[in-house]
């Protein structure tokens, strides 16, 4: 900021008093580690919804990124932010720190509560697959996709058997070709269950989707690597629609974080005094 400042004087000077000439990276740093992050939050909200024009069917991604250099001592970074994108916007409608002696499964409620999701579609990795926050997004009238790991057993199994057994299942089937790579991508999605056991639990469950990948690499060795996934979701969809959602999911990782830490150097950042970070 100071590099850029310096850059642009002679226009900064024709609505700023810069007697003194452009602040140093330390007076930057200063400031910011003095400003009430909370209130900043809020009124960034504030602004940012003025910008954005939320839609029925705007699909909010919501996911976790640790400011990795933010740490003293050899300690493990203590700043942990969870963000919610919005996919068709390419914008960040808020974020929230998580707590010290807290996890990212407190902080993603305490998002929610800042964001108008209304008529929108949240996906959320494993780490939000909780009945609580299933249970918010459905209060606050939008659609949720969660992805199922083995953090719930239960669930995870059921899963596995209705896909071992069902007969009533929708399938999409999306090749990809390029960056010297063949994937296939599989998606089953079953909404008539039998072996989901108390899915009264989770709000307005409608639909489970199983996501298979096969990778092969085009060189010498031809390596082949395979991922399956499973999902659940309230909403009742096609196959494909499913299949489009699920893989927007991970577009936060290169429109916001790599951004973060490419464009911003975000990672190389040490700052951790006061609210800097």
């Keep these: 900021m100071e590099?850029?400042?310096?850059?642009?004087?002679?226009?900064?000077?024709?609505?700023?008093?810069?007697?003194?000439?452009?602040?140093?990276?330390?007076?930057?740093?200063?400031?910011?580690s003095a400003i009430?992050?909370?209130?900043?939050?809020?009124?960034?909200?504030?602004?940012?919804?003025?910008?954005?024009?939320?839609?029925?069917g705007e699909i909010i991604l919501i996911n976790g990124k640790t400011i990795r250099r933010a740490k003293s001592k050899g300690t493990k970074s203590l700043f942990h932010m969870v963000s919610a994108w919005a996919s068709r916007n390419s914008m960040v409608l808020g974020q929230v720190k998580v707590a010290k002696k807290?996890?990212?499964?407190?902080?993603?409620?305490?998002?929610?509560?800042?964001i108008a999701i209304k008529g929108c579609t949240v996906t959320?990795?494993?780490?939000?697959?909780?009945?609580?926050?299933?249970?918010?997004?459905?209060?606050?009238?939008?659609?949720?996709?969660?992805?199922?790991?083995?953090n719930q057993?239960?669930?995870?199994q059921n899963i596995e058997d209705e896909f071992k057994f069902s007969?009533?299942?929708?399938?999409?089937?999306?090749?990809?070709?390029?960056?010297?790579?063949?994937?296939v991508?599989?998606?089953?999605?079953?909404?008539?269950?039998?072996?989901?056991?108390?899915?009264?639990?989770?709000?307005?469950?409608?639909?489970?989707?199983?996501?298979?990948?096969?990778?092969?690499?085009k060189n010498s060795t031809r390596i082949t690597e395979t991922a399956t996934k499973y999902?659940?979701?309230?909403?009742?969809?096609?196959?494909?629609?499913f299949q489009k959602n699920i893989r927007l999911h991970w577009t936060i990782k290169n429109s916001l974080h790599w951004v973060l830490d490419v464009a911003f150097s975000e990672n190389t950042s040490r700052k951790r005094i006061g609210n800097a970070a």
């Excluded at 310096?6 to 008093?17: G, N, Q, Y």
């Excluded at 057993?153 to 995870?156: E, S, V």
């Excluded at 007969?167 to 994937?183: A, P, S």
């Design 3 to 32: 590099t850029f400042a310096k850059s642009k004087e002679e226009f900064l000077t024709t609505f700023l008093d810069l007697k003194n000439g452009i602040p140093s990276d330390d007076t930057f740093n200063r400031v910011f």
């Design 36 to 56: 009430d992050n909370d209130a900043l939050e809020k009124y960034f909200i504030k602004w940012v919804s003025h910008l954005v024009d939320i839609t029925d």
């Design 102 to 114: 807290s996890n990212k499964i407190m902080a993603i409620p305490e998002l929610l509560d800042l």
């Design 124 to 150: 959320i990795d494993a780490m939000g697959c909780q009945k609580e926050i299933a249970s918010k997004i459905i209060t606050k009238e939008a659609n949720y996709i969660l992805a199922v790991k083995e």
């Design 153 to 156: 057993k239960q669930l995870y």
């Design 167 to 183: 007969k009533h299942t929708q399938v999409d089937i999306h090749q990809d070709l390029g960056h010297g790579r063949i994937e």
């Design 185 to 217: 991508r599989k998606c089953n999605v079953i909404s008539d269950f039998q072996f989901i056991e108390n899915q009264d639990g989770w709000e307005n469950l409608t639909s489970i989707i199983k996501r298979e990948s096969i990778r092969e690499f």
């Design 231 to 241: 999902c659940i979701s309230s909403l009742k969809e096609e196959a494909q629609i």
